[in-house]
């Protein structure tokens, strides 16, 4: 199969960096999510929160969780986009509990900074929020 590779086509720089950049004309939708195309690879991208730019037609976690109905928390590899754990939340767990458990994921994974590779979301009916502690 690599011997059938096209070597004069080059990679994006997006594939490099693992980080989309929008261009062009933002589309927004009614439940805020932005529509846009990469820089690099020109292919649709959305945004959840201006931050970060995942592609248009893959799976998206956070229209997922507003659809479901308990709270929890997912651990995400966020080199390979995948979702390698999930921890469901009692219904009416406290920020006491949400941190205690939070503190037990990040030791349990080896989750020590902020922008490891490995990233602890809190899933929810108002969706995925980045957890930074």
Same mark, same amino acid.
């Given at each position: 199969?690599?011997?059938?590779?096209?070597?004069?086509? !080059?990679?994006? +720089?997006?594939?490099?960096?693992? =980080? %989309?950049? !929008?261009?062009?004309?933002? $589309?927004?939708? @009614?439940? #805020?999510?932005?529509?846009?195309?990469?820089?690099?690879?020109? =292919? !649709?991208? $959305?945004?959840?929160? #201006?931050?970060?730019? &995942?592609? @248009?037609?893959?799976?998206? /976690? &956070?229209?997922?969780?507003?659809?479901?109905?308990?709270? %929890?928390?997912?651990?995400?590899?966020?080199? &390979?986009?995948?979702?390698?754990?999930?921890?469901?939340?009692? +219904? #009416?767990?406290?920020?006491?509990? /949400?941190?205690?458990?939070?503190?037990?994921?990040?030791?349990?994974?080896?989750?020590?900074?902020?922008? &490891?590779?490995?990233?602890? $979301?809190?899933?929810?009916? +108002?969706? @995925?929020?980045?957890?930074?502690?």
């Amino acid at each position: 199969m690599l011997s059938k590779m096209n070597s004069s086509v !080059p990679v994006a +720089q997006c594939w490099y960096l693992r =980080r %989309h950049v !929008p261009e062009g004309r933002r $589309r927004r939708e @009614a439940g #805020g999510v932005v529509h846009c195309t990469c820089r690099y690879c020109q =292919r !649709p991208i $959305r945004s959840r929160d #201006g931050g970060r730019w &995942d592609l @248009a037609d893959g799976f998206d /976690i &956070d229209a997922l969780a507003s659809a479901g109905r308990t709270a %929890h928390f997912c651990v995400i590899d966020t080199l &390979d986009e995948m979702v390698i754990a999930r921890y469901t939340l009692p +219904q #009416g767990a406290d920020e006491e509990m /949400i941190a205690e458990r939070l503190a037990e994921i990040r030791e349990k994974h080896g989750i020590e900074e902020d922008e &490891d590779v490995l990233e602890v $979301r809190l899933v929810h009916s +108002q969706g @995925a929020l980045k957890l930074v502690h």
